[in-house]
């Protein structure tokens, strides 16, 4: 196996972080995380519904919402994706991992950016 650069392990992580974000918070995949989860609204002391989502309670489909509820339990899947599609599918995967983990970088940038404005 090939070492990995300081600048190769943060384009990973970045990307690892990025992709897990997206299937564990982000709306636009919110899609592949329904099925594996019971909405549960109840009201707050001051009246406004919440709504909370619950894993599935059997078989595959708690699996995967206990999965998809964990973010650092996700983020392992995700990091053995991206590291095992780096190095399976250079040509391919790269672009992907760029672009994911320019994402992430962003992402932490706008977040910074939200909390010095809200001072």
Not at 48 to 58: A, D, F, L, R, S
């Amino acid at each position: 196996m090939e070492k990995i650069t300081l600048l190769q392990l943060l384009i990973l992580s970045f990307a690892s972080f990025r992709l897990t974000r997206l299937f564990v918070f982000d709306k636009i995949t919110e899609f592949i995380r329904n099925p594996f989860f019971d909405e549960v609204k109840e009201e707050n002391e001051e009246g406004e519904t919440e709504v909370y989502y619950i894993p599935k309670q059997t078989g595959v489909k708690r699996f995967f919402g206990e999965l998809l509820s964990c973010y650092w339990c996700t983020g392992i899947w995700m990091t053995i994706l991206i590291v095992s599609l780096y190095f399976l599918l250079p040509v391919y995967s790269e672009p992907v991992i760029l672009v994911l983990a320019i994402a992430g970088i962003a992402s932490m940038i706008e977040t910074i950016i939200q909390q010095i404005m809200e001072k």
